[in-house]
C-alpha cells in the first residue's frame, strides 16, 4: 500500500514535469515596433533646420536657456503641483496596480475558511426516536488550486499588462511635455501683452494730444471739424486697445497660475510686474531624427500599445486550447471543538481537471480575430505617430526660421523709424514742422515698435514648439550639478 502511494506520488510529479516542460506560448512574439520612417531616421539632420541649428543633443530642461529664472521656477513647480501631472501619475499608478495584478495570476491561490454550524432536525431524520435533534459541528478546512499556464495565455496577459503600464508612464511624460510647452507659452504671451500695454498707453497720450492740438487748430478757424473727429476716433480706438490688453494680461496671469497648481490671483505678486520677453539662444540644438524618434513620449506610447495589442493576440489564442488546474482541499472537524486539532480527523481531497471547450460556436476564434484587428490599429497608430511626429518637428523648425529673419526685419524696421523721430525732434526743435509731425513720426515708430514686440514672442514661442516637437521637458528632476 505504500510502494502504491509512493508510486502515485512519483507517476503525479512526473506528470508534472512533464506539463510544465511542454508549457509553450501561443501567438505572435513581438520583434519590436516597425520602422515608420528609416530614410528621416538615417539622414542624421532635419531638413527645415537652418544655420541656428546646432545637431548636438538637445537639455532636456529647455526652458532653462531662455534666461528667466521665474519661468524656471513656475515650470518646476507646475512639474510638481499641476492637478494634470497628478492625474497622469495616478494613471500609472493604476497601471503598476494592475499589472501587479496580472502577475499573482501564475501562483496559486491559498483559501482558508472555519464553520460551526448548529443543526436542529427532526429525530425521524436520522433515526427512529421522536422529538428533535441537536447536532453542533466544528471544521477547519484549507483549500488550494492553480492552473497550469499551459499555453502561456496568462504569461501572455501579463505581458500585455507590462506594455500597458509602460504605455500610461509615457503618457504622463507626455503630460510633462505638454505642461512645460504651455507654461512657457502663457508666460512668453503675457510678457509680451505687458510689453504692448507700455506702448499702448504711450501711444494713447500721443492720440490724446493729437486730439488738444485738433482741437485748438479748430477753435482758431485754422482747421475743419473732420481732423477733429478723426483723431477723437483714432484715441478711441487706442483706448480700447488698451482695455483690451489690460484684460488679457489678468487672463493670463490666472491661467499661469492654474497650470502650476494654484488658484487665480496666487501669482500676481509674481508676475503683475512687467519683464522683458525671454528670447532663444543664438544656437539652438536640435538633435536628430533617431534621436527624436527616441525621445518623443507619444512614441514610445504608441509602441507600447502596439506590444500590448500584440500580447493580447496569443492571450486570445490561449482560450482556444485545453486548461490544466489542481484543486486541493483539506479538512479537520467533528461534533467537538477539540476535533479541529485532531490529525487524526484530516480529510484530504486532490482534484487534477482538464477543460477543453471542444465547441463555442468560433467565439474562441473571432476574439482572437478582434484582438489581431485591434494589433493592425494600434501599428497604423503608431506609424501616424512618427510620421506626425517628423511634420511637427520639420514644420516647427521650418516656422522658427522665419521668425527669426522676421525678428531681424522688424528690429531694423523700429530702429529706422527711432531715427526718423529723432530728425522730427530736431526739425521741430528748429521750428521747421508742427508739433503734430513730430508726434505722427513717434505714433509710427510706436507701431514698429508693437510689431517688433510681437515678432520676439512669436520668435520664442517658434522657440518653444520646437522643444516640444522634440518631446523634451518630460523629466520632473533638476540635472544634478
Known sequence: MLRSSSFRRATGATLLAALLAGC?????NYAGAPDAAPQAAARGGFIRADGSANPAAPSPRWWESLGDPVLNQLVDQALADSPSIAA??????????????????????????????????????????SGRDEINAYNLGFDASWEIDLFGGTRRKVEAATARAEAAEASAADARVTLSAEIARAYVGLRARQAMRALQQRQAEIDRALVDLARQRFAAGTTAQQPVNAAEAQAFASEADLARSEAEIAVLIDQIAVLAGKEPGALDSLLTAPAPVPLPPAQVSIGDPALLLRSRPDIRMAERQLAAANADIGARMADKFPKISFLGLLGLGGQNIGDVLDPGNIVGIALPQLKWNLFDGGRAERQVEVARGASAEAEANYRNAVLRALQDAEGSLARFGGQRIALG??????????RNVDLQQQRLDAGRIARTDRLDAERQALQLSMAAASAKAELATGFIAVEKALGLGWQAAAPDK
Open 24 to 28: 509553450t506560448t501561443v501567438g505572435p
Open 88 to 129: 497622469a501619475n495616478a494613471r500609472v499608478a493604476q497601471s503598476r496596480a494592475s499589472l501587479a495584478a496580472s502577475r499573482t495570476a501564475v501562483l496559486p491561490t491559498i483559501n482558508t475558511s472555519f464553520a460551526a454550524p448548529y443543526i436542529n432536525v427532526p429525530g425521524n431524520l436520522l433515526g427512529e426516536g
Open 409 to 418: 526685419k522688424a528690429l531694423d524696421a523700429e530702429t529706422r523709424a527711432r
